[in-house]
């Protein structure tokens, strides 16, 4: 489903970023408002996908003829167990 992938590249953005470049604040340093908005970015793109594959959960259970909502249910899995799984390797990684 296109909103797994979209969840997928969500917990690529969360890594992308270094806890270190976030606990330093300064008002002049470009780095941390170009990290700090990246990170921003990537929590705007993983609820977005979550919030798509919600929906696809909901269209195929109210649909009828559709697939069944079970695929729904499934997209909806892969989602959180993407984000959940990138939100704890961005968490639990060394600072080295």
Do not use: H
Not at 7 to 31: G, H, I, K, T
Not at 39 to 52: G, M
Not at 72 to 91: D, E, K, N, R, Y
């Amino acid at each position: 489903m296109t909103a797994g992938i979209f969840a997928s590249f969500a917990a690529l953005m969360f890594n992308c970023v270094r806890r270190d470049e976030l606990q330093d604040y300064s008002p002049y340093d470009d780095e941390t408002c170009r990290s700090k908005t990246w990170l921003f970015l990537a929590y705007v793109v993983s609820f977005v996908s979550l919030a798509a594959a919600v929906g696809l959960l909901i269209k195929d259970a109210v649909s009828k003829s559709g697939p069944s909502s079970w695929t729904g249910a499934a997209g909806v899995l892969q989602c959180v167990f993407a984000l959940t799984s990138g939100l704890i390797f961005w968490t639990s990684r060394s600072e080295s």
